[in-house]
């Protein structure tokens, strides 16, 4: 199953007191169903690098429209966070996916 993990870092977003950018996570997997199942287990998979990331700010969709991963379930998780390293991550510092959901 194909999986893309995206980081859409907001420099329009002031930081916060910590110094953190606002980011806009995305984990988006091919051909799912898109079950309660599938999205814990995508929301699981985003836990293991944002652990801070709760249920009930994690939201769930279908990509509607796009030119490579139309039909994709995608997971979605804003935040301020540090920028840097996030192994598996691309990171996309100005931008728009080129997807809607």
Request: charged share 20%; proline share 6%; with cysteine.
């Amino acid at each position: 199953m194909a999986t893309h993990k995206y980081i859409y870092w907001r420099p329009d977003s002031p930081a916060n007191e910590k110094g953190e950018m606002y980011a806009n996570v995305h984990l988006l997997v091919g051909y799912n169903q898109a079950s309660i199942t599938d999205l814990r287990k995508m929301a699981d998979e985003l836990r293991e690098t944002f652990p801070q990331a709760t249920d009930d700010q994690i939201c769930g969709g279908k990509v509607s429209k796009s030119s490579s991963v139309l039909g994709f379930t995608i997971i979605t998780w804003g935040a301020h966070l540090p920028k840097g390293a996030y192994p598996g991550w691309h990171q996309v510092d100005h931008g728009r996916p080129e997807y809607f959901w």
